[in-house]
């Protein structure tokens, strides 16, 4: 009796993890913009792309860097480049890979993950990264601050990669 009371508690536990791990993690802006992501490109018949913990570090370094130097580019004040970034991390395991990145920044309406998602979608070059069968993985930055003169100005990176 003691055996299945425990195994009950267990499978309890287990389950109650499974629900509430995707309903917190839900809730975060970079969460949804994934989601958002993955929603356009099924519509347009592509596979999803996953998070990759590399990317993602690499991505938020250098949104973070962006707020912190204030500018917005691709290439850094000190040379920084998406090659680079990603080259000097352990995404890179083996073969051939490429990478693809898209920046953002807005306050208020234009700050959110939708927001962010269609004005990407409105740029032919953001729109080719994004709706790339090529990429499969995918690293989100994103920090909030004052930027350009505006408080509470978000910060967007998206890196995408194939490897």
């Known amino acids: 009796m003691r055996y299945r009371?425990?195994?009950?508690?267990?499978?309890?536990?287990?389950?109650?993890?499974t629900v509430?791990?995707?309903?917190?993690?839900?809730?975060?802006?970079?969460w949804d913009l994934l989601t958002a992501i993955n929603k356009t490109r099924r519509a347009h018949g592509l596979k999803r792309v996953f998070i990759d913990p590399s990317l993602r570090t690499v991505a938020q370094r250098h949104t973070n860097d962006m707020l912190w130097r204030?500018?917005?580019?691709h290439t850094s004040p000190t040379g920084s480049t998406l090659y680079t970034r990603v080259a000097n991390s352990s995404f890179l395991?083996?073969?051939?890979?490429?990478?693809?990145?898209t920046l953002a920044w807005?306050?208020?309406?234009y700050a959110t993950p939708q927001a962010t998602l269609?004005?990407?979608?409105?740029?032919?070059?953001?729109?080719?990264?994004?709706?790339s069968s090529r990429y499969n993985w995918i690293g989100i930055g994103r920090t909030v601050g004052?930027?350009?003169?505006?408080s509470g100005a978000v910060l967007w990176t998206a890196d995408?990669?194939?490897r």
């Open 106 to 109: 807005g306050t208020g309406s």
């Open 160 to 162: 995408f990669g194939h």
């Open 70 to 73: 204030s500018y917005f580019a």
């Open 146 to 150: 004052k930027f350009e003169g505006h």
């Open 118 to 131: 269609r004005a990407w979608l409105r740029s032919p070059a953001h729109r080719a990264v994004l709706l």
């Open 5 to 17: 009371f425990i195994l009950l508690l267990a499978v309890a536990m287990v389950a109650l993890l």
């Open 93 to 101: 395991r083996w073969g051939q890979w490429w990478a693809g990145e």
């Open 20 to 30: 509430a791990a995707p309903a917190a993690e839900a809730s975060t802006p970079k």
